[in-house]
């Protein structure tokens, strides 16, 4: 590997504060607010292929999709770095909307996470054999990493956060993750069952994977000092 092509080493706490700051909460380029640009683009895009999404707020589209990065962020954080570092990255982005007064960003994304823990598993029947083993694996290692992180005094909440994008690998690639991340959203924007058509869902389907591989394409960039 040449000097050129090393990964740039970082500060856990620096690179996201770092992140969070350029990409989510203040993303101002030239004077603009791209996020303002980002949703209202956005918006129109799903509009075009179903009209009764003109009746979302945008300002409630704009919280969702705020929740929808964090939450995402963290996803490619754990798929890049494992469990240790997933667990350190949970602790400080509680930590960091505590002090940025966003506590709000941090328990509305619950159900979203829980999405995500849920995607996992999806397809999986206690009646198939192979599936009751990768079901019991999935909730062992949960448990017993859960007991483990919470033995060495870190923050159960974040704990429990971290551990639910576990055994997503596979989900992500497969497309059922970003699907059930989508349908969450649309609960939380108050949409039905089969809501919005299946076009709109397709591309607030491409948002949620656009909005990983954006965190994904960062990360891969560094390498995390210990």
Not at 35 to 57: G, P, Q
Not at 87 to 96: D, E, G, L, M, W
Request: glycine letters at 4%; one cysteine or more.
């Amino acid at each position: 590997m040449s000097f050129f092509s090393k990964k740039q080493e970082v500060n856990l706490e620096d690179f996201c504060r770092d992140f969070y700051e350029k990409n989510y909460l203040n993303p101002i380029i030239g004077g603009i607010d791209v996020s303002n640009v980002f949703y209202e683009t956005t918006k129109r895009s799903i509009v075009e292929a179903d009209s009764t999404f003109a009746s979302v707020d945008l300002k409630k589209f704009a919280a969702e999709i705020t929740l929808l990065q964090f939450e995402l962020f963290a996803l490619a954080w754990l798929h890049k770095f494992g469990d240790k570092l997933a667990i350190a990255q949970s602790v400080f982005t509680k930590n960091y909307l505590n002090e940025k007064k966003r506590d709000d960003i941090w328990e509305n994304a619950e159900d979203y996470n829980q999405a995500i823990a849920r995607s996992s598993t999806a397809g999986k029947s206690k009646g198939k054999a192979f599936d009751r083993v990768y079901l019991v694996k999935v909730n062992t290692t949960r448990m017993n990493l859960f007991d483990q992180f919470h033995k060495e005094g870190y923050d159960t909440k974040c704990v429990a956060r971290a551990l639910n994008r576990l055994f997503t690998d596979e989900a992500w690639k497969r497309g059922i993750t970003e699907n059930f991340l989508m349908f969450a959203l649309c609960d939380h924007l108050g949409f039905k069952e089969d809501e919005p058509n299946k076009e709109a869902q397709q591309r607030l389907t491409f948002v949620v994977r656009m909005i990983y591989d954006g965190a994904k394409q960062s990360i891969d960039n560094i390498k995390v000092k210990n």
